[in-house]
């Protein structure tokens, strides 16, 4: 079996997690690729599970051991990265990896792994969409939320790099479409 990956990436309050978290659950074909972070866990969140929680010297560890597939700072100080390890682990249960990074991190996925890999882009409505999305969530400061726009703008200059991009202002209808290309790959 060739190694495929999938990877769906999109601006914070896109809408992502909820497409990913339904294709995880309709499709055991696909397992979730835990990321490696040096961020603390969120209330919840359990190593392993959620994220690959490691120390900024472990981080830089396996970056110098070559072990990333992709990794870069996220936010400051903050790593996230895909450990080539967690691909082969679902590779060796006979499963397509879901990865869900941002938009860099698929932008290196992509170029390292070529046509074994497609490139998901869910784009929002708008800005403004976003921008009332995150303020409803109730966990943005005025400045993170500023933080997260700025780099929203940013991350939609990239959409046109990747294999398909899929707006999102019908999530019933954004899922079904991101659904079908997914089958359509595997």
Known sequence: MDHKIIIITAPSGAGKTTIVRRLLAELPQ???SISASTRAPRENEVHGRDYYFLSTDEFHQHI?????AEYEMVYVGKYYGTLKSELQRIWDLGKV???DIDVKGAVSIKEKY???ALTIFIQPPSLEALR?????RGTETQASLEERLAKARYELSFAPEFDEIVLNDDLEKAYATVK???LNFI
Request: glycine share 0%.
């Open 30 to 32: 696909l397992a979730f």
């Open 64 to 68: 110098e051991a070559n072990d990333f």
């Open 97 to 99: 990896p879901m990865v």
């Open 114 to 116: 070529q046509q074994a």
């Open 132 to 136: 009332e999305r995150l303020s409803e």
């Open 180 to 182: 079908a290309l997914v």
